[in-house]
């Protein structure tokens, strides 16, 4: 007895790809069709398309003859669809005669377009973030040309850092490096005066200008007072805060003298630059005080001055010890009661203590008080 022919048409193949149902039975809330639940429209398939989609996830592998007979769309949509299927990476013809369709995982192809979909949602949240900081100034009248100001002529510098230490209500905030803009007498008058006020003073060093200038001289009659002072291995970069309203810093990352400066005001940069001095304060070590226990010998021998200097120079401990003539072992030796004496636990304080004792001299470095 023949049997009928298969209905490649049967409505029994038709499921949803967000649920299997019944044909005779609908989910909740809806007719369970593609058109009713244009779920991948987020990742650029339309209705048309996701139903293509769907009726191959659906089903066994078709041809491209029964993938028509499950549909009812015309020739023309079916084939746009097929087309945006195959360009997003969706379906791929498996080899045979005849050639049928067979779909791509969902759990793997959708997730990757899911996952550039939120590339790109992420992209435009950071550009929202952006408008949202230029609507804020516009609204609050701030032009954002005027946020950052360009101070051009060695004269007009001058002037705006004396204008920070005058205009000082709380507090002064300083990462010092070089070069240097003010004579020492101007700089020596404007600190005392800020001071008097009762401007609180914390400044940053680096281990350069700890070396290059007689630092001691200069902060322990201010350390007394409200002054604080720590010492950074590498300063960034120059800046001077007075209060929350005004900074100022280089234009240039290294310039060799300073003749042109950037004065940002309240704005989110202003913000960035508090962050940046608050995470250095913290990481920093305090300048060491007057207390500082005394070394067993205050003049260094030439050798110990060589290995001080070359190791805050950061030469690594072998090189100095071939360049001293000295065995490794031998330099280990030194180097180790040179710590002790300096009751440093690092290279980093080691040299802090050595430059702040006058014991590492920078030749070519200028020693002109920092502003």
């Known amino acids: 007895m023949a049997h009928p022919p298969r209905q490649q048409n049967s409505k029994r193949w038709r499921t949803l790809a967000i649920g299997i149902h019944s044909p005779t039975r609908r989910p909740p809330g809806g007719s369970g069709r593609a058109e009713d639940h244009p779920m991948l429209e987020i990742i650029g398939l339309d209705t048309r398309t996701q139903m293509v989609y769907e009726t191959l996830v659906n089903s066994p592998p078709l041809t491209l003859e029964e993938l028509r007979q499950e549909l009812t769309i015309s020739e023309a949509d079916l084939n746009s669809a097929l087309d945006d299927l195959a360009a997003r990476g969706l379906f791929t013809w498996a080899r045979g005669h005849p050639k049928r369709l067979v779909p791509a995982p969902p759990d793997i192809a959708l997730e990757i377009l899911l996952l550039e979909r939120q590339q790109q949602i992420n992209q435009a949240r950071l550009f929202t973030e952006q408008l949202a900081e230029r609507h804020r100034l516009a609204s609050s009248g701030e032009n954002p040309a005027d946020v950052i100001e360009v101070i051009s002529g060695r004269a007009a510098v001058t002037e705006s850092i004396k204008r920070v230490f005058r205009d000082a209500r709380t507090q002064i905030r300083l990462i010092d490096m070089h070069p240097y803009v003010l004579a020492p007498e101007i700089l020596t008058s404007l600190h005392a ?108 021998t030439p050798v110990d001055s060589r290995i001080v200097a070359l190791m805050t120079a950061g030469v690594p401990d072998r090189a100095i010890a071939a360049q001293l003539g000295l065995s490794y072992r031998t330099f280990q030796r030194r180097t180790r009661a040179l710590m002790d004496l300096l009751g440093a636990r690092t290279r980093f304080q080691a040299g802090l203590q050595a430059a702040f004792r006058g014991w590492v001299h920078h030749p070519n470095t200028s020693p002109t008080a920092p502003e």
Do not use: C, N
Not at 212 to 240: C, I, M, Y
């Open 193 to 300: 005066e800020t001071l008097r006020r009762g401007v609180s003073y914390r400044a940053l060093y680096d281990v350069e200008t700890v070396a290059s200038l007689d630092l001691r001289a200069k902060t322990e009659p201010a350390t007394a007072g409200s002054e604080q002072v720590r010492v950074l291995p590498a300063a960034p970069t120059k800046l001077l805060m007075s209060d929350d309203r005004l900074a100022l810093l280089p234009i240039q990352s290294s310039p060799r003298e300073i003749d042109s400066i950037a004065a940002v005001h309240p704005s989110a940069v202003l913000e960035a630059l508090h962050s940046l001095f608050e995470t250095l304060w913290q990481t920093a070590l305090p300048l060491p005080g007057s207390d500082t226990p005394a070394l067993i010998a205050d003049t260094p």
